[in-house]
């Protein structure tokens, strides 16, 4: 496939340095701490890889821990986590982006607030937040986002900042969760767009073939002579769209037809 894609290609898709058997043990990130980011069309199941490592020790640990250790058990972990990537990363923004110790930080405030969902004071609290704060929290929270991008520009603090940023993260979108589940105030509540909430079941399979797709599509176009490094704004933005609605389609489509059945297997383990 490599001899068929010009050198400036939009999407890297190179399999000399893939390890395939790594994404079939949910190792994918692992592939990405070796070799790095060289092929995107399989590349982006590095966060699939990480989801199945939490799954596998993570449900041993809620049977066997008492329920009343759970919470400081997880708040723990978020802890570990964030001196992990603090003290032994070496400053690695791979290792601090794709490493599993360092992604449980996102998988550990998600069951914190699983946990703290359980405790009626808890919900009280959130559903009595005014709608001044909330939108407050949602506009400082959106305007962090693209912060990340730019955190190597902090020097010799990078390691420490890059420690706590994604803590921050998760804590914000931790409370929107809790916010959209609990709050009595809301300016706006997402489920109350239907559309969204149907297509929620779909979205595994929009993440996993959307690089598959927009690939796709710009190859299917080289073959036919159009060149698609040097195409502008207007063209590249109209392939996005097409992309877009295209994942949408395929990601239906794999649902009914493939994923159901593996789906519906599920009832075999409650």
């Given at each position: 496939l490599n001899k068929h894609i010009p050198m400036q290609f939009p999407i890297g898709v190179n399999i000399k340095t893939l390890n395939?058997?790594?994404?079939?043990?949910?190792?994918?990130?692992?592939d990405y701490l070796q070799n790095g980011i060289s092929n995107v069309l399989i590349g982006v199941l590095w966060s699939v890889s990480v989801e199945e490592q939490f799954y596998l020790f993570w449900c041993p640990l809620v049977a066997f821990i008492k329920k009343k250790y759970l919470l400081p058990l997880f708040l723990l972990i978020i802890a570990a986590s964030t001196s992990y990537r603090y003290f032994l990363t070496d400053g690695k923004g791979m290792l601090i982006n794709y490493g599993s110790f360092s992604c449980i930080t996102y998988l550990a405030t998600g069951a914190v607030i699983a946990a703290l969902a359980t405790k009626e004071r808890f919900v009280n609290l959130i559903a009595r937040i005014p709608k001044y704060i909330i939108?407050?929290?949602?506009?400082?929270?959106?305007?962090?986002?693209?912060?990340?991008?730019?955190?190597?520009?902090?020097?010799?603090?990078?390691?420490?900042?890059?420690?706590?940023?994604?803590?921050?993260?998760?804590?914000?979108?931790a409370f929107v969760i809790i916010e959209q589940?609990?709050?009595?105030?809301?300016?706006?509540?997402?489920?109350n767009w239907k559309f969204i909430s149907s297509m929620g079941k779909y979205t595994y399979g929009m993440y996993c073939y959307h690089m598959i797709v927009f690939f796709v599509i710009l190859f299917a176009l080289h073959i036919l002579k159009v060149?698609?490094?040097?195409?502008?704004?207007?063209?590249?933005?109209?392939?996005?769209?097409?992309?877009?609605?295209?994942?949408?389609?395929?990601?239906?489509?794999?649902?009914?037809?493939?994923?159901?059945?593996?789906?519906?297997?599920?009832?075999?383990?409650?």
């Open positions: 395939p058997w790594l994404y079939l043990s949910f190792l994918g990130n692992v939108i407050l929290i949602y506009l400082v929270g959106i305007g962090m986002l693209p912060f990340r991008q730019y955190i190597w520009k902090f020097g010799v603090h990078y390691v420490l900042v890059a420690a706590f940023v994604p803590v921050i993260i998760a804590l914000f979108f589940n609990y709050g009595r105030h809301s300016f706006y509540k997402v489920s060149d698609v490094a040097g195409m502008n704004t207007y063209a590249f933005i109209s392939i996005l769209i097409t992309s877009f609605f295209s994942t949408i389609l395929i990601a239906t489509l794999s649902y009914h037809y493939f994923e159901s059945f593996f789906l519906k297997l599920k009832d075999r383990f409650n």
